[in-house]
């Protein structure tokens, strides 16, 4: 079983809609990072969260240390959402990740 | 203030031979990370620095190494390359004050082994 985990694989989506991608996590953790990657490789940090919740524009992440799990919302979805969403966790000064989720927006 | 930059973009190399890779991090960080992405895989961490010395090290061959200079900037070299070390090097750079920190990633080097 991978330590991080990340649900769904593949998402589609329709433009405007509300979107929800899951990390769970087995290993003890200092953070956790929420990354964006765009066809072409290049990496954003969306956010790092140690506790609680975080909001930049339409990006919600939320986490919950005793259940190990932590949640990316967008809402309002657009067809520049379109990316790979990466969850990782930092363990121990290493990051491990997720093996990330496939979002495509539609207009 | 400038981004992440890595060297080569583009790399095509054949099976035995060795190739570095460069990594300058965004001015004032100390930390510089190296990663591996692969299909199979997905992303893998190889190993960190700070003021060049390594602190942590991912689970990868002797045939991976790197190191950190005095101006923060950091090289990571793959000898008797094989197949499968054809992959998307990531560096990303963080200024490390606290255990967990922000990681700003370079465009990476896409290196291709025939």
């Known amino acids: 079983k991978n330590e991080v985990e990340q649900s769904p694989q593949n998402l589609t989506a329709q433009e405007g809609e509300f979107i929800t991608i899951n990390c769970s996590y087995s290993v003890g953790i200092s953070a956790l990072h929420w990354l964006q990657q765009h066809p072409g490789g290049g990496i954003v940090s969306l956010f790092m969260?140690?506790?609680g919740k975080k909001k930049h524009g339409r990006l919600i992440a939320t986490i919950n240390i005793q259940e190990k799990h932590s949640s990316l919302h967008i809402t309002a979805s657009h067809p520049r959402d379109s990316a790979v969403y990466i969850c990782a966790v930092d363990n121990t000064d290493k990051l491990i990740f997720g093996t990330g989720t496939r979002l495509q927006v539609f207009p | 203030k400038a981004g992440v930059t890595q060297t080569p973009r583009y790399l095509i190399k054949t099976r035995g031979q060795q190739v570095t890779l460069s990594c300058s991090p965004i001015?004032?960080?100390?930390?510089v990370s190296w990663y591996q992405q692969t299909p199979g895989q997905g992303l893998q961490f190889l190993f960190e620095?700070?003021?060049?010395?390594?602190?942590n090290k991912g689970n990868f061959p002797g045939r991976f190494s790197g190191r950190q200079f005095s101006n923060s900037r950091s090289e990571m070299n793959v000898s008797t390359l094989e197949l499968g070390d054809s992959a998307l090097y990531l560096c990303?750079?963080?200024?490390?004050?606290?255990?967990?920190?922000?990681?700003?990633f370079g465009p990476g080097t896409r290196l291709t082994v025939l």
């Open positions: 990303a750079s963080s200024l490390a004050v606290i255990e967990a920190d922000t990681q700003y």
């Open positions: 969260l140690s506790s």
């Open positions: 001015s004032g960080h100390r930390s």
């Open positions: 620095y700070f003021s060049e010395t390594q602190r």
